[in-house]
């Protein structure tokens, strides 16, 4: 059982559109991250949010994390071809900087 | 480096074998992270340390699997009797306590284990 759900599991979109993907648990989270795979590499950090109902902009990308700090959303306005990845959020325990991971949601996003 | 280095990055052993993996950190950093992650899947926590202790390590499978962080910087990870099951990637992350703001960690490219 995962303890962050993230939904859809998968996306395929062209380019131009807009989306969002979720994660959600029934945890409380000291902070939530999200983060961007490709194949063969590690996860990049994208975005940190701490406080509940923050909302955080990264050029196209809009992060935002619940009031109650157990869930996360990503909208990405005018998805592109580079935006195809793997996306991961990770929630951050309290008081002890266990990091746990979703099992994410694999972007395509099609020229 | 600048950066976090794992060897080998690909690892390919028959059932049974010992294997080692090897996580270098960035300097200085003092969280150490090792996830396994399979295909279309996301990282498996499995073990972290502050320092040399292992702070957390309830996500290790079972008692096949083992980690060592003995001067606080490099890391091993060893998988006794591998089987067919332990095949992965292996991936390790550090990062930089601080009492301000949240953890952040950075990941290595991960190292590859085929067990056959």
């Known amino acids: 059982t995962q303890l962050l759900e993230q939904s859809p599991q998968f996306l395929s979109i062209q380019e131009g559109e807009n989306l969002t993907v979720y994660c959600n648990s029934s945890?409380?989270?000291?902070?939530l991250q999200w983060y961007r795979q490709e194949p063969g590499e590690g996860p990049v950090l994208l975005v940190t949010v701490v406080t509940g109902g923050e909302v955080k902009k990264l050029k196209r990308l809009t992060f935002q994390f619940g009031d109650a700090r157990k869930d996360s959303s990503l909208h990405i306005t005018a998805a592109q071809p580079g935006d195809t990845g793997l996306y991961l959020c990770a929630g951050e325990g309290f008081g002890n900087n266990d990091m746990r991971f979703g099992a994410g949601t694999r972007l395509t996003v099609k020229p | 480096g600048a950066g976090v280095s794992q060897t080998p990055s690909n690892k390919v052993t028959e059932k049974g074998k010992y294997v080692e993996l090897r996580c270098d950190p960035i300097s200085g950093h003092t969280a150490l992270y090792w996830y396994r992650q399979s295909l279309g899947q996301g990282p498996e926590f499995l073990i972290y340390f502050q320092g040399t202790g292992a702070a957390d390590d309830s996500g290790l499978p079972n008692d096949r699997f083992f980690a060592v962080r003995p001067e606080g910087s490099v890391s091993t990870l060893k998988i006794q009797r591998t089987e067919r099951g332990d095949s992965a990637v292996y991936l390790c992350a550090s990062s930089l306590m601080t009492f301000s703001g949240a953890n952040v960690l950075t990941f290595g490219a991960g190292s590859r284990l085929t067990v056959l």
């Open positions: 945890s409380v989270f000291s902070s």
